[in-house]
């Protein structure tokens, strides 16, 4: 019925403009037509300018509407100088659109057919090609030597001081391990993943994965002012580690390993003032649309002082500890516990 409705009423509105062209032809028969012409030429050179502010005004409210869903200050220097770079390209681009609009608009007003103008022929200017050539291209130079600088940042070498913190996209959630004492992750190998046990592969033959620590619930902790390595990897998928408050982000891709470093600089604490919001977290977000439960990749990441990270890593308890409650702990037996009998997983952890 609707339907019927809507077609009803383009078929009006299509024979209310004929009607509208037919009677105005026959208007502008009786009238004269050049007097109908300059009438018509005058109004259209207002309609533009009023097309021109019309569209500057919705551009100022959408950006009044959608200021508040704006990142908050970023939380790292890499982040910062991102936002730096974001603005200065929204500025100089802001300006140069705002200008040839104006311009583009003005002129269509100022020279309407008046009558007593001819069309001037313009074919070619060597000296203009010469400068809207170059202009752009140096702005653009520069535009583009600020990125290339930033991307070299964002993908160098982290620190060697860097606290190393393996995350593992998996459809769909992220498996966060530590180091551990030893400051050293332990060798994985996919073939001895297991959920019931094993989560990430740890190859138990390795001491380094004696001490490693599985976060049970996705999270990262950071010590703020501290450089931190993201060691990325996926064990099926592509995944990215989206963090949109350090303005970063980097693929997760199954069977090679990519990284990220930056040292937070606000804690989770003072982003939650900074905010106004008690319940701020710092995100982790799937960047890359990776199955039906893309949308619930949410990881968090805690950003907190020496004090408050020690506290909690005190209270981490070592992944072959919990994964394998019967051995004795930080002696790992040589490769039992990937393939251990199902009745031993009774308090296995289950990261689904
Ligand atoms: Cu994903």
Redo the contacts with the bound molecule.
């Keep these: 019925m609707s339907g019927l409705i809507i077609t009803s009423l383009i078929i009006l509105v299509f024979v209310i403009i004929y009607q509208i062209g037919k009677a105005s032809e026959y208007a502008a028969i009786l009238r004269g037509e050049k007097k109908v012409n300059a009438q018509v030429n005058r109004a259209m050179a207002w309609l533009l300018v009023g097309t021109f502010l019309l569209g500057m005004w919705g551009i100022w409210e959408c950006h009044q509407y959608f200021k508040d869903l704006m990142l908050p200050v970023a939380a790292c220097r890499t982040g910062e100088n991102y936002d730096s770079m974001f603005n200065v390209t929204i500025m100089v681009t802001g300006i140069v659109f705002f200008l040839t609009q104006a311009v583009l608009f003005w002129f269509c007003f100022k020279y309407q057919d008046s009558g007593k103008r001819s069309s001037y022929f313009f074919a070619h200017s060597n000296k203009l090609e010469l400068i809207w050539t170059t202009i752009p291209a140096i702005a653009m130079a520069i535009l583009v030597a600020i990125g290339i600088r930033n991307w070299f940042d964002v993908t160098s070498e982290a620190p060697a001081e860097a606290t190393a913190v393996e995350i593992v996209?998996k459809?769909?959630n992220w498996i966060i391990r530590y180091p551990g004492k030893d400051k050293e992750l332990g060798k994985r190998d996919f073939r001895k993943i297991n959920d019931a046990n094993n989560v990430l592969g740890l190859d138990w033959s390795d001491p380094h994965n004696a001490d490693d620590i599985i976060a049970q619930n996705g999270e990262i902790h950071m010590v703020v002012g501290k450089p931190v390595k993201l060691i990325i990897g996926s064990r099926d998928v592509i995944?990215?580690v989206g963090l949109p408050h350090f303005r970063m982000k980097m693929d997760a891709v199954p069977g090679i390993t990519t990284t990220l470093w930056l040292t937070p600089t606000i804690t989770s604490d003072s982003m939650k003032l900074i905010t106004k919001n008690p319940n701020f977290v710092y995100e982790i977000a799937?960047d890359?649309l990776?199955?039906k439960g893309?949308y619930a990749?949410r990881g968090t990441i805690i950003v907190e002082t020496q004090a408050k990270y020690d506290q909690w890593l005190a209270k981490q308890q070592a992944y072959y500890a919990t994964a394998n409650p019967s051995a004795a702990p930080a002696a790992p037996a040589a490769d039992s516990a990937a393939t251990a009998p199902k009745a031993e997983a009774g308090k296995e952890i289950s990261m689904k």
């Design positions: 996209g459809q769909f995944h990215d799937c890359q990776c199955g893309h990749m």
